[in-house]
């Protein structure tokens, strides 16, 4: 489980093809400093078995299903990717609860820079629309982000000064794709209700 507070902006250094997977090598020297063997790591909102660790790089393996349902499979060695570790369960939850289980893949539609902050609009599925509210919460590559305007098959998001800093939503332009992963209480909610009718 994550909180979508990224922590840092890592970097993929290889890709290794392995038939119709890969194994990617991360750096990440914050997010490794106490990274074993097993421990997850959140790399663009994706949950990555850590499989190995040595001087602040980290490789993790990819399957097929997480390469066609994210956007992982775009990567590049130089790619900046968004990093974060599992909260604990004496952390404060300063974004919301993210699983690291991507339901969807959407593209930068748009950049509205403002004095300080972007308005950024991002395409969205459809059969994801019905999970997002105005001033609702939506992870965008691993980033918690409260939405400003919900749609049928996109959605706004304001980027304050730290986001565009410190994660990938700084630099992605339009067209570039992005992982989402909808509120779990949205979902959780919708199963509960429908199963009483």
Avoid at 23 to 44: C, F, K
Avoid at 110 to 136: C, M
Avoid at 140 to 148: E, H
Avoid at 157 to 177: E, M, N, R
């Amino acid at each position: 489980m994550f909180t979508g507070i990224v922590e840092e902006l890592g970097e993929i250094v290889a890709i290794e093809i392995r038939g119709d997977s890969v194994t990617l090598a991360i750096r990440g020297p914050l997010v490794t400093e106490d990274a074993v063997h097993g421990a997850s790591i959140a790399v663009n909102g994706v949950c990555l078995t850590v499989v190995d660790v040595q001087n602040g790089v980290f490789s993790a393996d990819v399957i097929k299903e997480t390469l066609d349902k994210s956007s992982l499979g775009a990567l590049e060695p130089g790619s900046k990717v968004n990093l974060e570790r599992p909260v604990r369960l004496s952390d404060r939850l300063g974004g919301h609860l993210v699983q690291g289980h991507v339901d969807g893949v959407g593209a930068i539609l748009s950049r509205e820079p403002g004095e300080r902050w972007d308005v950024v609009t991002v395409s969205l599925p459809a059969d994801l629309s019905r999970y997002l509210v105005n001033k609702g919460s939506i992870t965008v590559d691993g980033i918690s982000l409260t939405v400003v305007e919900a749609g049928a098959d996109r959605f706004s998001v304001a980027l304050i000064p730290t986001t565009l800093a410190l994660t990938t939503l700084g630099h992605k332009k339009p067209g570039d794709p992005v992982n989402l992963e909808v509120d779990v209480v949205a979902k959780y909610v919708e199963r509960m209700l429908g199963d009483r009718s």
